[in-house]
């Protein structure tokens, strides 16, 4: 099993910047891809980024040129940076952590963007 850990949430303005970090523990040797999820108030769960172990990355098309996924292998750990950042960028973030049979998620940490 693999627990994740996000932490780097809290309250932005619009504009500014945030820089999201998971931490994975436990069976880590056999993750393949990492992601960050997000889901706001009455919204379904979204992909906004993920990267694979060899560094390949894909973004949601509303965070592309503003958000960048990162990966410290030998830390076990994604990093989300997120720059110019918008009210519509509020959500609760969730780390997601892929392996060939199972996937699993962290509990999520808020983020919110006052206007």
């Known amino acids: 099993q693999v627990q994740l850990v996000e932490s780097g949430g809290g309250l932005v303005q619009a504009g500014g910047s945030l820089r999201l970090s998971c931490a994975a523990s436990g069976s880590t040797f056999n993750i393949n891809t990492m992601g960050w999820y997000r889901q706001a108030p009455g919204k379904q769960r979204e992909l906004v980024a993920g990267?694979?172990?060899?560094?390949?990355?894909n973004y949601a098309d509303s965070v592309k040129g503003r958000f960048t996924i990162s990966r410290d292998n030998a830390k076990n750990t994604v990093y989300l940076q997120m720059n110019s950042l918008k009210p519509e960028d509020t959500a609760v973030y969730y780390c997601?952590?892929?392996?060939?049979?199972?996937?699993?998620w962290g509990q999520g940490t808020l983020v919110t963007v006052s206007s």
């Open positions: 997601k952590a892929d392996r060939r049979f199972r996937s699993d």
């Open positions: 990267i694979t172990r060899g560094g390949s990355t």
